[in-house]
């Protein structure tokens, strides 16, 4: 028998979830100290990576929350980097609101200080149009738009051989010009006459992460992703998500079994289940439940939510189909699918937005949750997490409670047996 597969662990890189607990300070999320904190309790843990999500806008509704104040991630990643020599350090950025060849540049640079660490999650950004002067394309003509984006990417990267860097110091000569290439690419999008100017990166390129779910995104993933962070509220879904990418990507002639799947997973602990559901249930003070009746109407295209009650259902003709949103397709879906379900109020639809943003919510104990993880990597329904433990407390019981668990079991390493990104997810260096 075959040893089972071991879960890649990603860790949001959100030190201040918990942001009103006692000593906490105003600007702990502008804290270098505060983040390189977090970094190294996940690397001593052994995690694959941080993952840092961004939006290129302003919610002017999560004002009163902490976590508005949201530094640039690949600056922020670039400290962090100087801390730590192991994590992965993956970072969300925008195809629709950046240039291939200065974002080649910024990707290469974080891969070359870290020694090989750098990836990037592409999101083509549902929102932020008003501070880059342009109308937000259709999602199809977003999606277009990235995948010339990353043929040029990937063009760039593969610019310098892997052997052009001589280094011959006798000769004066750092690399040889014959081995360096211009991309020479004139697109309908882009166009670039120029090589990199930075040597082929450590693990030959930047990991390429992918979180779209819409149809436009699950063909966007079979043809470029090598990492997909997908958002699932159950194992049903999580499965048929699962099964169908990994049939779009055999279709598309690459190995599914090169792409990891990794859902996005909210976990709250506590030392008994009680503990952990009244820690869950703290999150949600009236103010919150307000604020989130506001973003959730975003979500859904703008919808009229006010003045429902909040402990009855959302009537089923407010719900937009989501194929009409111009914005975000998959997750209006995923919520839409919940307040469709009998029984399920306006608070509940909330809450989950508020707490999982349409991912998976596990509440319990260690033990509790390190079961519903092997369930479902067991199902087939994922090669790993990203796992975002509610504050401090939380965090720590993971490591101390769940991770031994999944060793245990063999889920899970016990040290790092490389030193890049890619070494740890188990991914090939491209040619």
């Given at each position: 028998?075959?040893?089972?597969?071991?879960?890649?662990?990603?860790?949001?890189?959100?030190?201040?979830?918990?942001?009103?607990?006692?000593?906490?300070?105003?600007?702990?999320?502008?804290?270098?100290?505060?983040?390189?904190?977090?970094?190294?309790?996940?690397?001593?843990?052994?995690?694959?990576?941080?993952?840092?999500?961004?939006?290129?806008?302003?919610?002017?509704?999560?004002?009163?929350?902490?976590?508005?104040?949201?530094?640039?991630?690949?600056?922020?990643?670039?400290?962090?980097?100087?801390?730590?020599?192991?994590?992965?350090?993956?970072?969300?950025?925008?195809?629709?609101?950046?240039?291939?060849?200065?974002?080649?540049?910024?990707?290469?640079?974080?891969?070359?200080?870290?020694?090989?660490?750098?990836?990037?999650?592409?999101?083509?950004?549902?929102?932020?149009e008003q501070n880059f002067g342009i109308e937000l394309p259709p999602?199809?003509?977003?999606?277009?738009?990235?995948?010339?984006?990353?043929?040029?990417?990937?063009?760039?990267?593969?610019?310098?051989?892997?052997?052009?860097?001589?280094?011959?110091?006798?000769?004066?000569?750092?690399?040889?010009?014959?081995?360096?290439?211009?991309?020479?690419?004139?697109?309908?999008?882009?166009?670039?006459?120029?090589?990199?100017?930075?040597?082929?990166?450590p693990q030959g390129r930047p990991v390429q992460f992918q979180a779209?779910?819409?149809?436009?995104?699950?063909?966007?993933?079979?043809?470029?992703?090598?990492?997909?962070?997908?958002?699932?509220?159950?194992?049903?879904?999580?499965?048929?998500?699962?099964?169908?990418?990994?049939?779009?990507?055999?279709?598309?002639?690459?190995?599914?079994?090169?792409v990891k799947i990794l859902p996005g997973a909210m976990i709250t602990?506590?030392?008994?289940?009680?503990?952990?559901?009244?820690?869950?249930?703290?999150?949600?003070?009236?103010?919150?439940?307000?604020?989130?009746?506001?973003?959730?109407?975003?979500?859904?295209?703008?919808?009229?939510?006010?003045?429902?009650?909040?402990?009855?259902?959302?009537?089923?003709?407010?719900?937009?189909?989501?194929?009409?949103?111009?914005?975000?397709?998959?997750?209006?879906?995923?919520?839409?699918?919940?307040?469709?379900?009998?029984?399920?109020?306006?608070?509940?639809?909330?809450?989950?937005?508020?707490?999982?943003?349409?991912?998976?919510?596990?509440?319990?104990?260690?033990?509790?949750?390190?079961?519903?993880?092997?369930?479902?990597?067991?199902?087939?329904?994922?090669?790993?997490?990203?796992?975002?433990?509610?504050?401090?407390?939380?965090?720590?019981?993971?490591?101390?409670?769940?991770?031994?668990?999944?060793?245990?079991?063999?889920?899970?390493?016990?040290?790092?047996?490389?030193?890049?990104?890619?070494?740890?997810?188990?991914?090939?260096?491209?040619?």
């Amino acid at each position: 028998m075959s040893a089972p597969r071991r879960l890649s662990l990603g860790l949001g890189l959100y030190p201040i979830d918990d942001w009103r607990a006692e000593g906490a300070g105003p600007h702990d999320g502008l804290d270098l100290a505060t983040y390189v904190e977090v970094a190294k309790i996940a690397e001593a843990a052994k995690f694959d990576a941080l993952f840092r999500a961004d939006s290129p806008n302003f919610d002017r509704n999560r004002a009163v929350d902490a976590r508005a104040a949201s530094p640039e991630p690949l600056i922020q990643l670039a400290a962090v980097a100087s801390a730590t020599s192991r994590i992965g350090l993956v970072a969300t950025l925008s195809s629709t609101f950046n240039l291939p060849y200065n974002l080649a540049r910024q990707l290469s640079t974080l891969d070359h200080l870290s020694g090989g660490r750098a990836g990037w999650n592409l999101v083509t950004s549902a929102f932020g149009e008003q501070n880059f002067g342009i109308e937000l394309p259709p999602q199809e003509l977003r999606y277009e738009r990235a995948a010339e984006f990353v043929d040029v990417l990937d063009a760039l990267f593969g610019s310098w051989d892997a052997d052009a860097v001589v280094f011959d110091q006798a000769a004066g000569r750092y690399a040889d010009p014959e081995r360096i290439h211009d991309v020479e690419h004139a697109g309908r999008y882009f166009t670039v006459h120029d090589a990199l100017g930075l040597p082929r990166s450590p693990q030959g390129r930047p990991v390429q992460f992918q979180a779209g779910a819409s149809e436009s995104g699950r063909a966007f993933a079979a043809r470029y992703a090598e990492a997909i962070y997908s958002a699932s509220p159950d194992l049903e879904h999580a499965v048929g998500f699962a099964r169908d990418v990994r049939a779009r990507i055999a279709a598309a002639g690459r190995d599914p079994g090169l792409v990891k799947i990794l859902p996005g997973a909210m976990i709250t602990l506590g030392a008994t289940h009680e503990e952990a559901v009244r820690n869950h249930r703290a999150a949600f003070t009236e103010e919150a439940v307000e604020r989130g009746r506001r973003t959730l109407s975003s979500q859904f295209g703008g919808i009229d939510l006010a003045g429902l009650d909040l402990d009855s259902p959302i009537p089923h003709d407010r719900l937009p189909d989501p194929s009409t949103l111009l914005r975000r397709q998959s997750r209006p879906a995923l919520f839409r699918d919940l307040a469709l379900r009998p029984g399920t109020t306006l608070r509940d639809v909330i809450e989950h937005h508020l707490k999982g943003n349409g991912h998976w919510v596990l509440i319990g104990t260690p033990e509790e949750v390190a079961a519903e993880l092997v369930e479902w990597h067991t199902a087939g329904a994922a090669d790993g997490f990203n796992v975002h433990p509610r504050g401090r407390e939380s965090l720590q019981l993971f490591i101390d409670g769940v991770l031994p668990i999944l060793r245990g079991k063999g889920l899970f390493r016990e040290e790092y047996e490389g030193t890049t990104l890619r070494s740890h997810l188990g991914l090939p260096v491209p040619d």
